[in-house]
């Protein structure tokens, strides 16, 4: 049986050295994909800073503002991600729903993951996310690219592997791992050296270790040659060192155990067949920017060359001088007679044309990009009409919503795989929770919550003048009670603290024990035209607006079409504007709701 050490190591060696072939006039090097976009975002080389006569080569860098472009145009936010109901008596369900799932982003940063992730999509076209359960909150991150060992053509069914660093201190408060392999572990480091006792690194500083996770055989855990056929989803953390013995290692498991589900998954703008990572912005742009450097590097040569003063002359005096110099140190020029110095003429030709061959490779690129000049904000030629430009951005956009919705997918499947399932165990707790809400989401929530606190505060004021007081109870004056309701909640400003019941033990998990997330997870975009909706909706608003409205079924049915094609209004929030409140019977569910002083009464009796 092999060790998990040598398996990391295997893996390792083909991922460092491994090329995949796409086709047959198509290879794929995962690892050199990585450390070329990583060089292009940095405005470095890949093949040196200066050219085979030692000067230094520009780097005229057109990924980064692709990468900026395709950032911003697929981002989504915290506020964007939201529970929608399916039918209208789910509404108060998904609203509650919506407001756990705030507060868990609020709690887990997952604003800055969004933007974390929305960047690496734009560079790499493809991300790594892991969520992770951390004193009792779920946390999800990005996994850089240059960090991870990943199967090339199939991430989901290959184990995936983190290279870390950690130093000793780091190690040892880890409480998950053996303390014991730890100190061994550190005992082993040694800071290598070479014959002169010159320090060949720092390793000893920090310490390699290597996070597996996937379905590996039950084996590696059992150390049993019968389980080798039996699969199980594990996790390991070990490292090892070179062993005295040539070739060899020493392993050492910092840990190692089962476990439910595997924490990563990958993520795509567009997905690309026969390869994990997908095409991003720097990737469409690497023959771009390769041409670009050339030209600007061609350019260059010809202004240093132009910048020189050069001389020719017959005079055999001059031979192995630079008579430039001389000038410049103020040595006094020593000519033959009749012998000519003159200047030769070195004055740059053709850039011209070499700026008009990289503005060519520029624009080629951005189309690949999908990037258009009023994106980049640049000036469109004079005579341009406005509406020309905004039908030529929309068309840009085009590419950017179906990575928007990609991204939503996305979001889906993280919120189905493991938020929701991480909210679900987290709501069994009665504590209050805190929402901020737009105008909107006010109005509906204190809509629903005013009249029924009203019914409650005249209650409680009726049991005090019956049973404590003595007195003949009078009915509250029911306006002016919601009146107090809605002052109390208006100090409050956007804010609204919700908790399960008034009841202490009632929990939120038996206030949804019925609503079994049989909903969807709507996510929407920024990329829309905020004009042509706002049109839409004032059409629709004149519309509704019409006495005749109410009492016409087709032009409910047009109005509630066009809202569902926009998808910023829903028809279910159309029409709980126009539903009344129920406010629960004092006596029962088959009391009625008639406000008498007397049937109240009756029921506290």
Do not use: C
């Amino acid at each position: 049986m092999e060790s998990i050490g040598t398996l990391v190591r295997e893996l390792e060696n083909n991922y460092q050295s491994g090329t995949t072939y796409i086709s047959e006039h198509v290879e794929f090097n995962l690892k050199d994909n990585i450390s070329r976009i990583d060089a292009y975002l940095n405005s470095k080389h890949i093949t040196g800073d200066t050219d085979s006569q030692g000067r230094p080569k520009p780097f005229f860098n057109i990924v980064t503002a692709a990468t900026n472009i395709w950032f911003r145009a697929t981002d989504i936010d915290r506020k964007n991600i939201h529970i929608k109901a399916t039918k209208e008596a789910d509404y108060w369900l998904a609203f509650l729903a919506t407001i756990h799932l705030q507060e868990f982003m609020r709690k887990s940063a997952f604003g800055q993951f969004l933007n974390d992730w929305g960047r690496t999509l734009a560079r790499y076209g493809s991300a790594i996310i892991k969520f992770i359960e951390k004193k009792g909150e779920l946390y999800a991150k990005v996994i850089p690219w240059n960090t991870a060992i990943v199967d090339p053509v199939d991430f989901d069914n290959g184990p995936v592997i983190e290279k870390l660093y950690y130093t000793p201190a780091q190690l040892k408060k880890n409480e998950s791992y053996d303390q014991d392999m730890v100190k061994k572990l550190l005992d082993s480091l040694v800071t290598r050296k070479t014959l002169d006792n010159t320090t060949k690194d720092t390793q000893s500083e920090f310490v390699e270790v290597y996070e597996i996770h996937g379905e590996l055989p039950l084996s590696y855990l059992t150390d049993k040659e019968t389980d080798e056929d039996t699969y199980q989803q594990q996790m390991h953390v070990i490292s090892f060192v070179a062993s005295k013995e040539q070739g060899k290692f020493d392993d050492f498991t910092l840990y190692a155990g089962k476990e439910g589900k595997n924490p990563y998954m990958i993520t795509h703008l567009i997905k690309e067949d026969g390869r994990t990572q997908s095409i991003g912005a720097v990737e469409h742009l690497f023959e771009a920017q390769w041409m670009m450097n050339h030209s600007v590097k061609a350019i260059k040569d010809q202004l240093d060359l132009a910048s020189k003063l050069i001389f020719q002359t017959s005079d055999g005096n001059y031979v192995g001088r630079n008579a430039l110099t001389s000038i410049q140190n103020g040595d006094i020029m020593v000519h033959a007679l009749n012998q000519p110095l003159t200047e030769l003429n070195n004055t740059s030709h053709d850039i011209t044309a070499q700026q008009a061959f990289g503005a060519q490779w520029q624009a080629m690129g951005n189309q690949l990009n999908g990037i258009s000049e009023a994106m980049l904000g640049a000036n469109q030629p004079a005579g341009s009409a406005w509406r020309q430009t905004q039908a030529l951005l929309a068309e840009s956009h085009s590419l950017f919503e179906l990575m928007t919705e990609n991204k939503g997918l996305d979001i889906e499947n993280m919120m189905t795989t493991y938020i929701i399932d991480f909210l679900k165990k987290k709501m069994d707790t009665s504590e209050e929770i805190s929402a901020t809400m737009n105008s909107y989401q006010i109005k509906q929530i204190d809509s629903a919550f005013v009249p029924n606190e009203a019914v409650r505060r005249s209650n409680r004021k009726i049991i005090d003048q019956l049973l404590y007081k003595g007195q003949e109870a009078q009915m509250p004056d029911m306006a002016q009670m919601q009146n107090e309701v809605q002052a109390d909640l208006n100090k409050w400003g956007n804010q609204r603290f919700i908790k399960p019941d008034d009841i202490p033990t009632k929990t939120w998990k038996e206030v949804l024990k019925d609503f079994e997330w049989e909903v969807e997870v709507d996510i929407t975009g920024e990329q829309t035209d905020k004009q042509a909706v706002l049109d839409t909706l004032n059409t629709a608003l004149q519309v509704v607006m019409n006495p005749n409205f109410a009492a016409s079924p087709k032009a409910q049915l047009i109005v509630n079409r066009i809202l569902s094609e926009v998808g910023t209004l829903s028809p279910i929030e159309l029409s709980l504007s126009d539903t009344q409140p129920i406010v629960p019977a004092v006596g029962g569910p088959n009391m009625g709701q008639l406000p008498a002083i007397t049937q109240q009464q009756n029921a506290l009796r």
